[in-house]
């Protein structure tokens, strides 16, 4: 099978061999993909400055095995704003962060066109200098939506039983397979429903940090039961170790 110009994202690249990647893609149509990547390791491979993380590119390739091979890629340009920036900083680490999701929770061969323009409009703004204070709203909304597409879709509104309203005074604890089940008074990693709340939309960005702090860990709690072993390596940036005195 031949395929051609496709409109993808690289969210990691492995080395296969002194020479050769395999490439990890996100693409509109196919979904996520392995692409073999032959020579784009080479000093003067023309691919290496293509194949990076969050640059839209359009990519094609041939095969039916599970690793295709990559026959070309290029940026895509039609996708850069004139006054596009480069993502750095925290943003950066965000992005890594939502590429580790989509490897960790997308099967391959599945196609998710609506969380790949979810995706590509996320990257965008994180690279945005203007949204710097505003990254915890942006990841919130990206595992919404990824939980949505894979399957895990979660109600941030009703109790377990699908009915009943969460009351914002409330404590609760998530069950998998069930949802949010409320608790006589508050526990260990018990939840208020206020926050829970928030997290079925953009209004977590009204909560205190600490606030903002436990719909973050209670997020990342529901997405480890659904990547069970799976680890989020990108994690570990937004902790860095102390200095050794």
């Known amino acids: 099978m031949r395929v051609h110009q496709q409109k993808a994202y690289i969210l ?46 359009l990519l094609s390739w041939t095969g039916k095995g599970e690793i295709p091979t990559l026959t070309s890629a290029e940026i895509d340009i039609s996708e850069f704003d004139l006054g596009s920036q480069e993502i750095r900083g925290d943003g950066l680490v965000c992005g890594f962060y939502c590429n580790e999701l989509l490897v960790n929770l997308l099967h391959r061969h599945d196609p998710h066109a609506q969380l790949y323009d979810n995706y590509h409009s996320t990257i965008m703004q994180l690279a945005s200098p203007a ?60 939840v208020l429903g206020a926050i829970i709340k928030s997290l079925a939309s953009d209004a977590i960005f009204a909560l205190s940090s600490e606030q903002q702090s436990q719909g973050k860990r209670l997020m990342r709690d529901i997405l480890g039961q659904s990547m069970g072993r799976k680890q989020i390596i990108s994690r570990a940036l937004f902790y860095p170790k102390p200095r050794s005195s």
């Not at 080395?15 to 893609?25: G, N």
């Not at 979660?154 to 949010?180: N, R, V």
């Open 12 to 57: 990691l690249n492995r080395p296969y061999s002194e020479t050769s990647w395999i490439v990890e893609i996100f693409s509109r149509e196919f979904g996520r993909l392995a692409l073999m990547a032959k020579g784009a390791r080479r000093l003067k491979s023309k691919q290496k400055g293509v194949l990076i993380p969050f640059q839209p590119t």
């Open 131 to 190: 949204n710097a204070s505003n990254l915890t709203v942006l990841l919130r909304g990206f595992e919404r939506q990824v939980m949505k597409e894979t399957g895990y879709e979660i109600d941030f509104l009703y109790e377990a039983d699908g009915k009943t309203a969460l009351l914002d005074d409330a404590h609760y604890c998530f069950q998998p397979g069930q949802g949010f089940v409320r608790l006589a008074g508050q526990q260990y990693n018990s």
